[in-house]
């Protein structure tokens, strides 16, 4: 994984930086409207708001979520020319290195491999790289911000929100690397398939075809199953955490030992934190898969490599 950060970095270090120093400014701003509806509601239930008063905390809350929105959408815009940029560029070299070993050792790259790498596998791992550093920054940064609002408004419910997080990430990490394992196998078969496709002839490559689009549908079958089941954990995971937050929040409003707003900001806060939640086990998932992809795209580029495996 580190080598597949490397070559990132070397390629588009520059604007990673700006990337990261906008998702950094998103992850500050994540928490704000939290702190507006924490105070918001206290001050109606105290009956201390005046009309004016509403409407300015209204009018700031407001502000804050525009700014926020327009620099995700910043991010979001320069992450993904980024990742067209580098899609461009890994096109450019693998079609380049094909026309040298062809030039140089007369040596050919098979025709399925090389329309996939160019194709499928470079527009996947093109994608990822534009967002590589700055999507985790921000849903980290949201996560930290969030988390570190609630628990500093009540710790209890703070500890919900941290305990609601842990178990998810430690199911994620106990079965990508099944996951992994199967998609690199359905890449290899997939260029196997294409190879044949192209250089077979006959019966005799129709079923050799056949058999390998059944290897396909069957290493997406168990896909499915391992990634729907660790949906359905962090999901439960993720319901548990909301009724306990409702319900211990409620017990010390009952015990007078907090206020509504707090509760209310806690149960929003949880919702928010789902989200950065979800997306990083996504992302890690991402970032899992598409390092077997780095692996099996480097054959390609590699002049030492293996005919039999390129």
């Known amino acids: 994984m580190l080598e597949m950060y490397a070559a990132i970095w070397r390629v588009s270090g520059g604007r990673q930086i700006v990337l990261i120093a906008l998702s950094l400014a998103v992850a500050g701003l994540a928490a704000v409207p939290l702190k507006y509806q924490k105070d918001i509601v206290n001050e109606l239930t105290r009956g201390a708001l005046s009309a004016p008063e509403l409407y300015r905390l ?24 980024l990742g067209e940029d580098i899609i461009r560029l890994l ?9 040298a070993w062809r030039r140089e050792a007369g040596e050919e790259v098979p025709q399925g491999t090389l329309s996939t790498a160019v194709s499928a596998e470079a527009e996947e791992l093109g994608k990822f790289t534009g967002g590589a550093f700055s999507d985790p920054v921000v849903q980290i940064g949201t996560l930290i911000s969030v988390v570190g609002f609630i628990a500093a408004t009540q710790p209890g419910l703070g500890a919900i929100a941290l305990a609601v997080i842990v178990p998810q990430v430690v199911v994620v990490l106990a079965t990508q690397q099944k996951v992994n394992a199967l998609v690199a196998r359905r890449v290899r078969i997939l260029r196997s398939a294409t190879n044949h496709m192209i250089s077979g002839s006959g019966e ?33 995971f993720t319901a548990a955490g909301t009724v306990a937050v409702l319900m211990l929040g409620g017990w010390m409003v009952l015990e007078g030992r907090t206020d509504v707003g707090t509760v209310v900001a806690a149960t929003i806060g949880l919702g928010r934190i789902q989200g950065p939640t979800a997306f990083l086990i996504a992302f890690y998932r991402q970032v899992s898969a598409n390092r077997i992809k780095f692996e099996l795209l480097r054959e390609v580029l590699q002049p030492d490599a293996d005919p039999a495996r390129r």
């Open 58 to 81: 209204g009018a700031e809350m407001m502000a804050v979520i525009l700014l926020s929105l327009a620099l995700k959408w910043l991010v979001s815009y320069r992450s993904g020319v």
């Open 91 to 99: 096109r450019q070299r693998v079609y380049a290195r094909a026309v």
């Open 204 to 236: 005799t490559a129709r079923g050799e075809i056949d058999e390998e689009f059944d290897a396909i549908f069957d290493t997406r079958r168990r896909m499915f199953v391992w990634k729907l089941t660790t949906k359905f954990a962090i999901s439960s």
